[in-house]
């Protein structure tokens, strides 16, 4: 890994998909990865916006991400995260992206703003 490494935030693949404001470069979201925790989240709302299991699969599918397995060490630095996090109330999806992310040395692109106000090592970077 390097450090223009990206692991993308569910809201980032929503936002591009769905049409949403995206003011960085959607250049960042080649090669990026994503937790399957993360793609999750992204398949599930998705779906539940109407969208066929079918499509949904298809439409992350097509986008190239690599996905990164969530095992015992994110488990390990999400429960950590949780004591920074607690207060711009990071869900366990977030958390799981940025274990993700400082397991990686990767920076953590996002929507959501609360996570460049948080005091942590990883990086963090956000698409508006």
């Given at each position: 890994?390097?450090?223009?490494?990206?692991?993308?935030?569910?809201?980032?693949i929503l936002a591009l998909l769905q049409g949403e404001p995206f003011?960085?470069?959607?250049?960042?979201i080649v090669d990026a990865y994503i937790s399957a925790v993360n793609l999750s989240e992204v398949l599930t709302k998705l779906r539940s916006g109407g969208a066929t299991d079918t499509d949904a699969i298809e439409g992350t599918k097509a986008l190239?991400?690599?996905?990164?397995a969530f095992g015992e060490p994110h488990a390990?630095?999400?429960?950590?995260?949780?004591?920074?996090?607690r207060r711009a109330g990071l869900s366990f999806g977030d958390r799981a992206c940025l274990?993700?992310?400082a397991l990686l040395g990767a920076t953590a692109?996002?929507?959501?703003?609360?996570?460049?106000k948080l005091d942590?090592?990883?990086?963090?970077?956000?698409?508006r």
């Open positions: 890994m390097s450090d223009g490494d990206i692991v993308v935030d569910a809201s980032v003011e960085a470069s959607s250049e960042l190239g991400l690599r996905v990164i390990e630095v999400a429960a950590k995260l949780s004591q920074f996090t274990a993700t992310a692109l996002t929507a959501d703003r609360a996570w460049a942590i090592p990883t990086k963090v970077m956000l698409i």
